[in-house]
């Protein structure tokens, strides 16, 4: 029998006891893209097949190897999104967004599949956050990505990470180079792994991302791009530099980085840290020139990046970097019997309107239990709503902290502002208490 209590493999549940910690990154991210003109863009999980195989590209280990392909019954092809480059661009051009005015600003949040070997930082599925701006071939545009990237990683007060850039020139510049990377490859044909020698002649640049100890070792001594850069490509990679150089952003220029899609062109860039292990990369990107015409678009130089949302919470982790816990229960309305469960759920009703976050007991338990539950979810205040209170229509609210109480009326109307008054003078008492102690200890 099939294990339905169990996770498929490379896969992770987020429980509510740590979404908040996503939900805080995500948060970050959507704020940080916002304030550089970027908003969102939602495409579906699935896309057909060839647009992957046309965008990510044929000879990539993520179409060779990763992708999670199947039929459906009507007889398409369909692939699970492995990324989130390639839907975005397929839908700006479906709908024409280019029509828009220039540039276009898309950010997104996304669930990635792809058919790995799982381990620390290697998922099966996985999230990414992205950034994709289409219709720009400046230099500033380079240097304003990375710096978006940068500045998440500012917010989230992430240490030590390392960014790299590089540039893997454009059509023109790369024709030349190609010939001396299949040169230099010839010489150790034999000793590719299968998929490399293929690729020799497809496209031998691929072999540069090869994940085989054999292929990366011979890929060491390899010709780089970066000496084969056309003059177009040379300045603007010097422009690039000099853009950040303007903003103070540190970077290395690491002539290795080739990135594992087909679609990118001149300036690639990766953000590494060394304190997750094997899998360093947390975000990388770059521009893509030619992917929009790829697709059957019109000329449309873009760039953008994505950012591996579980890699960048084990970095957080690796770092103590402290996410604030989500705010606990302003109050929790005790009840004991049927008249007072309608009275508790009538005022936390009241109270949620204010967006106030506010419980009562939905168990049925006894009274003990109920404060105990109070305790558990950390309430602020607390009171208890029977028979007497009822009568009397005002009941005794308490500051679970330090156990001060204060008579409420139980009135629905008057509930919640006479509550928020409680709550300032407890403030006030307490800042008044500070004070006292403090002059005491002086005068002491
Ligand atoms: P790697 O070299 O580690 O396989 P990649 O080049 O395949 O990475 P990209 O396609 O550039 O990765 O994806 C961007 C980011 O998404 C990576 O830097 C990483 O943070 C994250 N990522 C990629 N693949 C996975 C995965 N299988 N599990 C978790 N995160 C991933
Ligand atoms: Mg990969």
Redesign the pocket.
């Known amino acids: 029998m099939a294990l339905i209590t169990k996770k498929p493999k ?1 896969t992770e549940d987020v429980l509510p006891k740590e979404s908040y910690k996503r939900q805080f990154v995500e948060n970050i991210f959507c704020e940080e893209a916002k304030s550089f003109g970027y908003k969102e863009i939602r495409t579906p999980v699935f896309e057909n097949t060839a647009l992957f195989e046309r965008g990510v590209g044929d000879t990539t ?2 179409v060779q190897k990763e992708m999670y392909t199947f039929t459906t019954k009507g007889g398409d092809s369909i692939t699970l999104r ?2 989130g480059t390639a839907g975005a661009a397929r839908a700006m051009l479906e709908h024409g967004i280019y029509n828009d005015g220039l540039p276009i600003k898309a950010y997104y949040l996304v669930s ?1 599949y ?1 058919y ?1 070997k799982p381990q620390a ?4 599925e ?1 999230h ?1 956050f992205g950034m994709e701006c289409y219709g720009t071939a400046c230099a500033a545009a380079d240097a304003e990505m990375i710096s978006a990237a940068a500045s998440i990683f500012e917010r989230l007060q992430i240490r030590d990470l390392e960014l790299q850039i590089n540039s893997i020139g454009c059509k023109k510049c790369r024709a030349e180079y190609y010939k001396a990377l299949t040169a230099y490859f010839e010489q150790y044909k034999d000793e590719l792994c299968d998929t490399c020698k293929d690729r020799l002649n497809r496209n031998p640049m691929r072999i540069l ?1 090869c ?1 085989s100890p054999v292929c990366s070792e011979i890929s060491k001594n390899a010709p780089v791009m970066l000496d084969y850069l056309c003059d177009e490509c040379k300045e603007h990679f010097e422009k690039v530099k000099s853009y950040l150089d303007a903003v103070k952003i540190e970077y290395i220029v690491n002539p290795k980085i080739v ?3 087909d679609y990118y062109t001149k300036t690639v860039f ?1 953000f590494v840290s060394s304190d997750i292990g094997a ?1 360093s ?5 770059g521009r893509y020139d030619g992917l929009i015409e790829e697709l059957g678009g019109q000329n449309m130089p873009s760039l953008g990046f ?3 949302i ?3 919470l084990l970095l957080m982790e690796a770092q103590n970097i402290e996410i604030p816990t989500p705010q606990n229960c302003e109050i929790f309305i005790g009840a004991m019997g049927d008249e007072a469960y309608k009275k508790a759920f009538s005022l936390a009703t009241q109270i949620r309107k204010a967006s106030v976050y506010a419980e009562f007991d939905v168990v049925g338990r006894g009274l003990r239990a109920q404060m105990k539950y109070a305790d558990k979810i950390k309430a602020a205040y607390s009171l208890v709503i029977g028979e007497n209170e009822i009568k009397e229509n005002k009941a005794l609210i308490k500051n679970m902290s330090d156990g001060t109480q204060y008579e409420i009326s139980l009135d629905d109307e008057n509930f919640m502002h006479e509550f928020m008054e409680i709550k300032i003078k407890h403030e006030f008492m307490e800042i008044k208490i500070k004070e006292e102690t403090k002059a005491i200890t002086k005068e002491g």
């Open positions: 490379g280990d993520v492995p990324e990635c792809r790995e930082g290697r998922l099966r996985f990414q991302d994940k990135r594992g899609l990766e899998q990369t947390v975000c990388g990107g994505a950012l591996g579980e890699r960048l």
